[in-house]
């Protein structure tokens, strides 16, 4: 086997353990501010057939919501009906990844009784700036938008 050869097939072998090694981490892809589309939230309520869904989805579009993940964990968060808003703050982590999914770990104090809250939520790259996660308790995901800047 000449040099080209041996170049040639250790490339071969070698180039997705490059590729992998080289894609951003879970957590280097959820940096960033999302908005929970609201939208798909409010169509996804009214087709689980709650006869109280109708109204439910027509609250949640005017709601929004935005999470600011931020690097070395840490978090902020802004809830919005209409003209009142409720802002909060924490910590994230990822506890587990494997390719498109992750699981992450969220800390934050409830605003109304200061209780501290730790949920674990899968999470689904859709793709770079879309993502689906599946909190606690709920049975339809959340989808969430990276906000972009200009």
Same mark, same amino acid.
């Given at each position: 086997m000449n040099s080209r050869q041996f170049i040639a097939r250790?490339?071969?072998?070698?180039?997705?353990?490059?590729?992998t090694a080289c894609s951003p981490s879970a957590e280097q892809r959820l940096i960033g501010t999302w908005e929970a589309d609201t939208a798909q939230l409010a169509e996804d309520v009214k087709a689980e057939g709650n006869p109280l869904a109708g109204a439910f989805g027509?609250? $949640?579009?005017? $709601?929004? #919501? &935005?999470?600011?993940?931020?690097?070395? %964990?840490?978090?902020?968060?802004?809830?919005? #009906?209409? @003209?009142?808003?409720?802002? %909060?703050?924490g &910590? +994230?982590? @990822?506890?587990?990844? /494997? %390719?498109?999914?992750? &699981? $992450? /770990? +969220?800390?934050?104090?409830?605003?109304?009784? %200061?209780e501290e809250v730790i949920d674990q939520t899968p999470v689904t790259f859709e793709n770079d700036d879309? @993502?689906?996660?599946?909190?606690?308790g709920r049975q339809q995901p959340v989808y969430f938008d990276r906000v972009l800047e200009d």
């Amino acid at each position: 086997m000449n040099s080209r050869q041996f170049i040639a097939r250790a490339s071969i072998l070698l180039l997705p353990l490059l590729l992998t090694a080289c894609s951003p981490s879970a957590e280097q892809r959820l940096i960033g501010t999302w908005e929970a589309d609201t939208a798909q939230l409010a169509e996804d309520v009214k087709a689980e057939g709650n006869p109280l869904a109708g109204a439910f989805g027509q609250m $949640v579009e005017n $709601v929004s #919501f &935005t999470l600011e993940l931020k690097d070395e %964990g840490r978090m902020s968060h802004r809830l919005k #009906f209409n @003209v009142l808003s409720m802002d %909060g703050d924490g &910590t +994230w982590r @990822v506890l587990d990844e /494997e %390719g498109d999914e992750a &699981t $992450v /770990e +969220w800390r934050f104090h409830k605003p109304n009784t %200061g209780e501290e809250v730790i949920d674990q939520t899968p999470v689904t790259f859709e793709n770079d700036d879309r @993502v689906r996660m599946k909190p606690p308790g709920r049975q339809q995901p959340v989808y969430f938008d990276r906000v972009l800047e200009d």
